[in-house]
């Protein structure tokens, strides 16, 4: 009966140790940050209110290592909306080259007149994030 005992501990003991095993050999993601957007498609710069557009914001990533992970769109007021890509990155080896990839924003405005779309567009020599603009009329 001791043996029994004695082995059944053994397996449960083994069986634990082995699904407690830490399998590394997938790409983990070591940062997420903005990235600079560097070219927007707004397929029409004016527009009725209620109708909903598609926005195509792009950012460069790095080839193997790299990638879009997600984008942030903020509502600063009323009329002005900030949006930045956000990348990730692996801890694999990056390849040669770089590739275009991002996100699709639908914006559909809820009340007429202008509205500013400010782009991140990096940070400049003191740190501070730097935007472009775009605008789009609603009627």
């Known amino acids: 009966m001791k043996k029994v005992f004695v082995l059944s501990m053994i397996s449960v003991l083994s069986a634990t140790a082995i699904s407690?095993?830490?399998?590394?050999?997938?790409?983990?993601?070591?940062?997420?940050?903005?990235?600079?957007?560097?070219?927007?498609?707004?397929?029409?710069?004016t527009m009725t209110l209620g109708v909903t557009q598609e926005f195509k914001i792009y950012s460069t990533f790095t080839r193997g290592c790299e990638g879009i992970y997600s984008y942030d769109y903020n509502y600063t007021n009323d009329s002005v909306r900030t949006i930045a890509n956000f990348a990730y990155k692996t801890n694999e080896a990056c390849a040669d080259g770089t590739y275009v990839d991002g996100s699709r924003i639908n914006f559909k405005p809820v009340k007429t007149g202008t509205y500013t779309f400010k782009f991140f567009n990096g940070k400049d020599t003191a740190g501070a994030n730097t935007f472009f603009e775009k605008k789009v009329v609603v009627e």
């Open 20 to 45: 407690c095993n830490n399998n590394d050999d997938y790409p983990e993601i070591t940062e997420v940050s903005a990235r600079k957007i560097d070219s927007v498609k707004i397929p029409i710069d």
